[in-house]
């Protein structure tokens, strides 16, 4: 039996050590399909609810298996699906391969059935790298570049084969001429930094007096280089949100998650700070930086296309993180007078007390907060955590406290809803021996993470550690979007939008043979962890909880507090509960150890 371009095509992917391709069926992928019933389906095909879930299972195993990733589905409506999911990827610098069907050549510009233009589609999304293959002889130089492209600039690509194309005999490229035969595997150079501006950033570290770092995603193969130079620096550590999983929240100077969700150990940190290192981070929200004029700052980021925006950084350092920073320590000089740290270190240790008391503030019926302060007492300091986009990434920026090998994400830049079902789904492909737990709001449960607790229910036998647990926020409310309206806007809750449908989570959960428990009080919380975290399958905490505590940032400005009153006076449905918990909340910054459970 001949081999086609599809079966070529798998084979090339097994070479790459590819494992799992997360996709949906179509017809316009149908030669694929059957090369992978020939190959006895390997790499396996893991078949998500939609093919956006399938474009958030790559993202997710990228993230948190670190190479590569793929996905697939079908010509026109399929193709289109994952473009979500792909600048999810795209944003948060994750290299994930869609391959994607066509209608055959012979149909192209005749406006057919499904016929859409993918390279038009594409262009954007995988602006680094989208090619149609539309002879045999193409097929491993498109598919080792896009590959290659994916890692290297860690970004989404995209390989287009039509339906007919799929279906034919393999021919490899020849040794002739307009042929271009390609190979598989890559060394990978360490970026090793200018030496002369290593020394012109250690000149600027070592002048300063009063110094932050502020580290990303890009630190996290440098935590242990990112610890010497605080200790040397006498310096606290703050984490933009994608890399809050680099370090320990263990160690008495991370100050914790930056931004609006940040903390206020690192807000204080930036507006008092005469010196700033950043490593690895490419955070947006230049407000909650230094003042302009106010810091000396240093960067080292990979990405020479990245790297000085930002801030007035004086040193731009492009290189690897961890060998640059190596290159640095020698010449920084330890700072003896730890007065900055340790006023640092005293209002971290604060922090996590008044973290502590702001989930115990009674609510109706459960305070949100306390869902992830509970599992962060409990948390395996193994787990892959994945945070939905909305009131779930608050919580889970400033609850839950990393520790040991404990990874974390969320769709850091594009904030889309629905990924972290799917995302926890990719994490267990990556890692079958690791626990995973998504959170997620009930609007983003509803929009996509109910349909994939099917795609759990089908595969988690194949798991070595069969635990995945999703825990609901269930308030009924799309609640971020209505503390949007009240903070910024000075709107009222608009019931139409934002009131969600009633339905009970964890009887679905529990009607497809995953574990699931209902939660209605928040004593109930400690043992619904234990269980779930303890479990024989996955399980879905459907937990009821209040959508008037409010997520309102420490550092909030006093024109966004006005906005929100105005809003609650203008007639919002929830204004009473909303001033009884945000006043209760809020007292938790001002009180000594205090627990308002009443």
């Given at each position: 039996m001949s081999t086609t371009v599809a079966d070529r095509l798998l084979e090339r992917l097994r070479e790459w050590g590819v494992e799992q391709v997360f996709g949906y069926p179509g017809d316009g992928i149908?030669?694929?399909?059957?090369?992978?019933?020939?190959?006895?389906?390997?790499?396996?095909?893991?078949?998500?609810?939609?093919?956006?879930?399938a474009a958030f299972e790559a993202v997710g195993y990228a993230k948190f298996g670190g190479g590569p990733a793929i996905c697939m589905a079908t010509s026109g409506p399929g193709a289109i699906h994952l473009l979500n999911g792909l600048y999810d990827a795209k944003l948060d610098h994750?290299?994930?391969?869609?391959?994607?069907?066509?209608?055959n050549r012979t149909a192209m510009g005749g406006s057919y059935q499904q016929e859409v233009d993918l390279l038009s589609l594409f262009k954007?999304?995988?602006?680094?790298?989208v090619q149609m293959v539309t002879v045999p002889e193409q097929l491993p130089n498109v598919l080792d570049r896009a590959i290659r492209v994916a890692t290297s600039r860690r970004a989404p690509t995209a390989v287009i084969i039509p339906n007919d194309v799929q279906e034919l005999e393999y021919e490899p490229p020849?040794?002739?001429?307009?042929m271009v035969p390609s190979s598989v595997g890559t060394s990978w150079p360490t970026v090793d930094a200018d030496d002369a501006a290593v020394r012109a950033a250690a000149d600027i570290l070592n002048a300063g007096s009063k110094v932050a770092l502020l580290?990303?995603?890009?630190?996290?193969?440098a935590a242990d280089e990112v610890v010497q130079v605080a200790e040397l620096l006498g310096a606290g550590v703050a984490k933009a949100l994608l890399g809050k999983d680099v370090l320990s929240d263990e160690l008495p100077f991370v100050t914790g998650s930056i931004g609006l969700l940040g903390t206020r150990p690192s807000y204080e940190m930036m507006q008092d700070c005469d010196t700033l290192l950043t490593v690895g981070s490419n955070f947006p929200y230049t407000q909650f930086m230094p003042e302009l004029d106010q810091a000396r700052a240093v960067q080292i980021d990979i990405d020479g296309t990245l790297i000085g925006m930002r801030y007035p950084y004086e040193v731009n350092l492009v290189g690897d993180a961890r060998a640059t920073l190596q290159a640095l320590i020698p010449r920084l000089e330890r700072k003896e007078d730890r007065g900055w740290r340790e006023g640092i270190e005293k209002k971290v240790t604060r922090w996590w007390e008044v973290m502590d008391a702001e989930a115990h503030v009674a609510a109706k019926p459960i305070?949100?907060?306390?869902?992830?302060?509970?599992?962060?007492?409990?948390?395996?300091?193994?787990?892959?955590?994945?945070?939905?986009?909305?009131?779930?990434?608050?919580?889970?920026?400033?609850?839950?406290?990393?520790?040991?090998?404990?990874?974390?994400?969320?769709?850091?830049t594009l904030a889309t809803m629905g990924p972290a079902v799917p995302y926890a789904i990719g994490a267990k492909f990556a890692h079958p021996d690791r626990p995973a737990i998504a959170f997620e709001g009930d609007g983003a449960m509803q929009m996509n993470g109910l349909a994939e607790l099917l795609t759990i229910a089908r595969y988690h036998r194949e798991w070595s550690d069969p635990r995945l647990v999703v825990a609901v926020l269930h308030n009924n409310d799309?609640?971020?979007?209505?503390?949007?309206?009240?903070?910024?806007?000075?709107?009222?809750?608009?019931?139409?939008?934002?009131?969600?449908?009633d339905t009970s989570y964890a009887d679905f959960a529990a009607s497809i043979g995953l574990g699931a428990l209902t939660i209605t009080d928040p004593e109930q919380l400690a043992d619904a962890w234990r269980q779930a975290l303890t479990a024989d399958r996955p399980f879905?905490?459907?937990?009821?909880?209040?959508?008037?505590?409010?997520?309102?940032?420490?550092?909030?400005?006093?024109?966004?507090?006005?906005?929100?009153?105005?809003?609650?006076?203008?007639?919002?449905?929830?204004?009473?509960?909303?001033?009884?918990?945000g006043l209760k909340t809020k007292a938790q910054e001002l009180l000594p150890n205090a627990h308002a459970d009443t």
């Open positions: 149908n030669g694929l399909l059957g090369a992978f019933s020939r190959a006895d389906d390997q790499p396996r095909f893991i078949q998500a609810r939609h093919e956006e879930m994750v290299p994930v391969v869609a391959i994607v069907g066509q209608t954007d999304v995988a602006s680094d790298y020849t040794h002739a001429f307009k580290i990303g995603q890009g630190a996290r193969g305070n949100p907060m306390r869902i992830f302060s509970e599992f962060s007492e409990q948390a395996p300091e193994n787990c892959l955590i994945a945070a939905d986009s909305g009131s779930a990434a608050n919580w889970y920026a400033r609850q839950v406290r990393m520790r040991g090998t404990m990874r974390g994400t969320l769709s850091g799309l609640n971020q979007v209505t503390w949007e309206l009240r903070a910024m806007g000075g709107t009222p809750r608009f019931v139409e939008s934002q009131a969600l449908p879905v905490l459907d937990v009821h909880c209040d959508p008037d505590v409010p997520p309102i940032p420490p550092h909030a400005t006093l024109e966004q507090m006005t906005d929100m009153a105005a809003a609650l006076i203008k007639g919002d449905t929830s204004r009473w509960g909303v001033i009884k918990e």
